[in-house]
């Protein structure tokens, strides 16, 4: 027997074959008016209880340096109403790799703005998200309709949508399936879905060109965010166990650190921390890692596994984030890979192999489909590491970090006078094999205190 929601899924399929353009990266205005006559939004709902928050709302604004946004009252406002990050850092340039990483954990050499359609068997968060059967959605202010896939919008004339800051647009994966396109909605869409309570509980926000701070200014940027967010958290249905992240996708000035002014905001953020800060060394991949862990999610294997947790979430799995030493984290340069196109990189044709074995960060392993698909290779880099980082190629290197914990079982009992020579090479296989160089220190033996600290040096 049908019920609704399978019957709009069903109806929203038959939907997709008439809206799909002919031409999908320039289509013409004709098609694009079709489709728009024919498609239908597709928006499922969940209620999967997490361990810090029950919805996540991701807003992305751009291109601006942390100190140019600090001086913005309206955020300044809005950091008053939440959690300041003063450590969170996007994970390279131009803005679409940014955009990529931030749903499949990697950008895959990518260090351009071009057009790309990422081969189906690279998975992202809506396959995290399809194993608990959470909600998803995507809201992208101007765009036509539905699973749109144009470059841009409008054809002509200023910069309204752009593809580039659309995530999952990018992924074959999701493209290539008969629901998913129609997840992928406008502002209309997004307001549509707030009155009649439709929201998923995961949601990417992209303003247009000009509210993100794009083609305008900080200033356009701040009053955009108050103005649309102000109501927001105001409204019970929105904003309770919500936690909202309001950041951006890269810095403005590329030899600078590529730390982002970040927000954390909402329902789930209590009031005796609004007003704070957080100085946790986060990245892009953090909050894949964050909603894996908070939802009890499998990684996808790439930078996700290793990243920090959001402390929000890290606090209910006892899950102890790296310290990092960001005097030498710039996170500013793109290694090799397929979607190069030789502009701050070189291009590789070799796809990067994601894990397949280890709890990650989010402690649930590795997704099923990562593990089918990639059984018995090895994976490219070491994907534990909080800093996504590449020795061969030099991106990223000379970025300290380390843990410190409190445990017993560090030095089994059983064996007190275990050297720490043979402690690292029992216990730090892969950390060696992958060419960081370990050092203990900080060790007091009474109260098993110990301090992992790790180097990313070449060679």
């Not at 890692?289 to 596994?305: E, F, I, V």
């Amino acid at each position: 027997m049908f019920t609704k929601q399978t019957l709009l899924a069903f109806v929203s399929a038959l939907a997709l074959g008439a809206a799909k353009t002919i031409t999908e990266q320039n289509p013409t205005q004709a098609e694009i008016d079709a489709a728009r006559a024919t498609v239908l939004p597709y928006s499922p709902v969940s209620n999967v209880k997490g361990l810090a928050f029950d919805r996540f709302v991701d807003i992305w604004l751009e291109n601006q340096d942390y100190d140019v946004v600090a001086a913005d009252k309206n955020m300044a406002n809005l950091a008053q109403e939440g959690i300041l990050l003063t450590n969170y850092f996007a994970v390279t340039h131009p803005s679409e790799p940014n955009y990529c990483a931030s749903a499949a954990g990697d950008n895959f050499g990518m260090d351009n703005d071009d057009f790309h359609q990422i081969p189906a068997n690279v998975s992202t968060i809506a396959d995290l998200f399809d194993t608990k059967h959470i909600a998803w959605g995507e809201y992208q202010e101007d765009m036509p309709h539905a699973g749109y896939q144009g470059f841009r919008y409008p054809l002509s004339g200023p910069n309204q949508y752009v593809r580039k800051h659309n995530p999952l647009v990018l992924f074959d994966s999701v493209t290539n399936d008969a629901v998913r396109p129609r997840q992928i909605k406008n502002f209309t869409s997004f307001y549509d879905d707030l009155e009649h309570h439709r929201l998923p509980q995961h949601m990417f926000i992209t303003p247009n060109m000009t509210n993100d701070a794009h083609d305008s200014n900080i200033t356009v940027a701040g009053e955009w965010s108050a103005k649309f967010l102000s109501p927001l958290l105001q409204n019970e249905y929105f904003s309770k166990d919500t936690l909202v992240l309001l950041t951006f996708d890269e810095v403005d000035t590329y030899p600078k650190p590529n730390r982002v002014y970040s927000i954390l905001l909402g329902g789930a953020v209590p009031e005796h921390l609004k007003g704070t800060t957080d100085d946790t060394f986060y990245t892009h991949y953090s909050i894949i890692a964050s909603l894996s862990a908070n939802w009890g999610l499998p990684s996808l294997g790439r930078w996700d596994c290793g990243a920090n947790l959001l402390k929000q979430v890290a606090d209910k799995t006892g899950y102890i984030n790296w310290e990092v030493d960001t005097t030498n984290a710039y996170l500013n340069e793109t290694y090799p890979g397929p979607l190069s196109d030789s502009d701050y990189s070189e291009y590789s044709s070799k796809w990067a192999v994601p894990a397949t074995e280890g709890k990650c960060s989010a402690g649930h392993g590795i997704a099923e489909i990562v593990k089918k698909t990639y059984h018995g290779l090895e994976p490219t880099y070491d994907y534990d590491s909080p800093v996504p980082y590449d020795s061969a190629s030099g991106i990223n290197l000379g970025i300290k970090y380390h843990r410190k914990q409190v445990s017993s079982s560090h030095v089994p009992l059983s064996n007190p006078r275990m050297s720490w020579r043979e402690y690292q090479t029992n216990n730090q296989p892969e950390a060696r094999k992958r060419g960081a160089r370990y050092h203990p220190v900080n060790i007091e033996f009474p109260f098993r205190i110990y301090c992992h600290h790790y180097s990313l040096w070449d060679g």
